[in-house]
């Protein structure tokens, strides 16, 4: 977490601490509220909106005390206010559905269409199952890492390889109905739009977090046990 949220601890017990910790820079953008708004929609992996999904900003670790929460309405949507430019990413959970994070990102303007999509426990272990069918792991005893891969015409990526800084116990590239693929590149074209399963699936035994890269691209991902981390990648 960077200087503003320090600065922001010390502004109720001592305006003199404050500015003694913080420099004029920091102080007047403090004092100007400089924020964005992030906004967008949670779903089921059926497309359904998911109402009183709990939707949190995460600059260091969930539960934070500076960490922005929303709650979804009706029509799954979710809007934030966090800081502008500090790196953050998203946890969002819900009873019955497996806790879901997003790489980390910075906004320096609002955003909108901030979507995801989250599994139910019973979905994600079927996920798991097709995979990782000789090994046969538990959801709740590792940290998985979800990938999905799309060019700039939103056709899936063949041929792309997935590398991590952080060795996952296990990977699969899967076939297009989410069974490991043999391979080590991704499987896309010619699947159906409503594949059934993410391109690419690993699981991690220590959580942490990863520099993930496909192709010259690059994200930074936070991997958390018993939870999923999903990203789509457009390299």
Known sequence: MNIKSVCLLAVAPALAFMLSA???DDIADLLAGESVTISGTITGTRGVALENVRVEAVYSSPGGALNPVAITDAG???ALQVFKNDTLYL???KSAYVTTNT???SFDVDQINIDL???SEAEAQAVIDAA???T???LINHDWLLIDLFDVNGDELNGQTVISTLMPTEHAYTECDGTDSGGAVTTGAPCPVDREAPMYIAYFDSPGETSISVDGGAMVVPIRMGEFTYVVFEP
Do not use: D, K, L, M
């Open 22 to 24: 913080c420099s004029n």
């Open 76 to 78: 799954g949507n979710y």
């Open 91 to 93: 946890h969002v959970s």
């Open 103 to 105: 790489a980390r990102a």
């Open 117 to 119: 999509t989250i599994y």
């Open 132 to 134: 990782f069918v000789s």
């Open 136 to 138: 046969a792991p538990v």
